[in-house]
């Protein structure tokens, strides 16, 4: 059966680093365009990252540019979202989605169902 699963998330403190990878099993994720999303408690879910099935293009939310890096790792079959220099604002449960993407930042549509998330939890 195909679907993603999320893995990586932990608790960082406040200027710190975490890497979240996104895991395929049942198909090849380099055939898809691939999004992360987070929801924070109490608040709607956010595209957070998007990145390209065959340019590799990148979209990045406002609240997360120059911090945040998308990148396929091929090999492994994982997109992965690497964080830095995490604030405690970034504190969310982070999802991964297959997304229908044309390369503007509002095409970034999630698409199928939901997987469990990861937490990161960003708090000294």
């Known amino acids: 059966q195909a679907q993603l699963v999320e893995s990586g998330g932990g608790l960082v403190q406040p200027g710190g680093s975490l890497r979240v990878s996104c895991a395929a099993s049942?198909?090849?994720?380099?055939?898809?365009?691939i999004g992360w999303f987070r929801q924070a408690p109490g608040k709607e879910r956010e595209r957070v990252s998007c990145?390209?099935?065959?340019?590799?293009?990148?979209i990045y939310a406002d609240s997360v540019k120059g911090r945040f890096t998308i990148s396929r790792n091929n090999a492994n079959n994982t997109v992965d979202l690497q964080m830095n220099n995490l604030k405690p604002e970034d504190t969310a449960i982070y999802y991964c989605?297959?997304?229908?993407?044309?390369?503007?930042?509002?095409?970034?549509?999630?698409?199928?169902?939901w997987g469990q998330g990861t937490q990161v939890t960003v708090s000294s």
């Open positions: 989605s297959a997304v229908t993407f044309n390369g503007a930042y509002t095409s970034c549509q999630p698409f199928g169902s």
């Open positions: 049942g198909f090849t994720l380099d055939l898809y365009a």
């Open positions: 990145i390209s099935s065959l340019d590799g293009t990148t």
